[in-house]
């Protein structure tokens, strides 16, 4: 993607943030490594000082880890998932899309799901790393702890088992997996409050009929010089 240089808060020059309409990468690097092993072209919904929102369409075209035989990183044994060797590929997100919200700091996102013939399914709260923006997009690490939320306001934690083998790993030390737990806390005393974003009326959003499906960049991999959260 073209580079352009950013300022302040992941601004452009002028302190112009990015447009609804606007293509974007959403991107998460490796736990340990530090190299971008997913990334999903977006098309930005809303982006202000309090909350960024993207839109990932059906079909995009997205990168994903996997096994070097091409097996998929789920169906590796929990015990070996985080130590067998690994690789990248290109795959379309396969299902409906994904509305993704994101307040600047937290440490999680939120994202929305919905059925076919778009009947609301639930939220799901991905803790990791505050995103830091730079000038094409935004780059993350995820957390492996998750958690459900549905409309009547039930939750449930999800990827437990992930995030203590992580832990076996080594690719999460005891401080940071207290701050996950914590950052984890957080987050349900926010659905327990049902403050924002579950009350906001995000479900009944619906792109917008114009967008058309964001192209995955040769360059998707490339490190930038990234800017504050």
């Not at 530090?34 to 999903?40: A, L, S, T, V």
């Not at 997009?137 to 999800?158: A, C, K, N, Q, T």
């Not at 940071?176 to 009326?201: C, K, L, N, S």
Request: net charge negative; proline share 9%.
């Amino acid at each position: 993607m073209t580079a352009e240089t950013t300022t302040g808060n992941g601004a452009r020059p002028g302190g112009t943030r990015w447009s609804p309409g606007s293509r974007i990468l959403w991107r998460y690097r490796d736990n340990g490594g530090g190299h971008i092993h997913i990334c999903r072209p977006v098309t930005v919904v809303q982006d202000t000082d309090d909350l960024l929102a993207v839109w990932m369409a059906p079909g995009t075209e997205c990168v994903k880890p996997v096994l070097t035989d091409g097996t998929p990183v789920h169906e590796e044994p929990l015990a070996t998932r985080y130590t067998a060797p690994r690789t990248t590929m290109r795959t379309r997100w396969a299902g409906t899309g994904v509305l993704k919200l994101a307040r600047p700091g937290e440490p999680w996102s939120v994202w929305l799901f919905w059925e076919r013939g778009w009947q609301f399914r639930s939220w799901y709260v991905n803790l990791e790393e505050p995103r830091i923006r730079w000038s094409d997009g935004v780059d993350s690490e995820d957390h492996f702890l998750d958690i459900s939320v549905y409309p009547d306001r039930s939750w449930l934690w999800r990827d437990e088992d992930e995030f203590a083998q992580a832990q076996r790993s080594g690719l999460m030390g005891p401080a940071q997996a207290r701050r996950v737990r914590q950052a984890g806390r957080a987050a349900v005393e926010a659905i327990r409050a049902w403050g924002t974003p579950f009350a906001d009326g995000w479900e009944d959003w619906r792109p917008d009929p114009r967008w058309t499906v964001p192209e995955l960049p040769a360059d998707w991999d490339h490190l930038p010089a990234h800017t504050a959260p």
